[in-house]
């Protein structure tokens, strides 16, 4: 399963029709090549396999990567467990 992320875009390329867009603290290049409509810096767009998708909303964004983030921290935490049966 593939999920389109919530990114905040922070630059430009225009030479290159590329953006670079955070997502929870790491930046990198996407393209624009499948976006329709003009994308400004600081707006949030989602980003799917490189490619920028669409624009989002700030809330919306906001809310879903909370949401990504409180997975992550699950995960971690699930990583940590190790069961007693598997340990040394």
């Given at each position: 399963?593939?999920?389109?992320?919530?990114?905040?875009?922070?630059?430009?390329?225009?030479?290159?029709?590329t953006?670079?867009?955070?997502?929870?603290?790491?930046?990198?290049?996407?393209?624009?090549?499948?976006?329709?409509?003009?994308?400004?810096?600081?707006?949030?767009?989602?980003?799917?396999?490189?490619?920028?998708m669409?624009?989002?909303?700030?809330?919306?964004?906001?809310?879903?990567?909370?949401?990504?983030?409180?997975?992550?921290?699950?995960?971690?935490?699930?990583?940590e467990?190790?069961?007693?049966?598997?340990?040394?």
């Amino acid at each position: 399963m593939c999920l389109a992320i919530p990114s905040q875009v922070i630059s430009i390329d225009k030479s290159k029709n590329t953006a670079t867009v955070e997502t929870l603290g790491v930046q990198r290049e996407a393209s624009l090549d499948l976006m329709q409509d003009e994308i400004k810096i600081g707006e949030y767009v989602l980003l799917h396999i490189g490619y920028i998708m669409s624009k989002i909303d700030k809330e919306d964004a906001l809310e879903s990567l909370k949401l990504y983030q409180q997975m992550i921290e699950n995960m971690e935490d699930e990583e940590e467990y190790v069961d007693p049966l598997y340990k040394k």
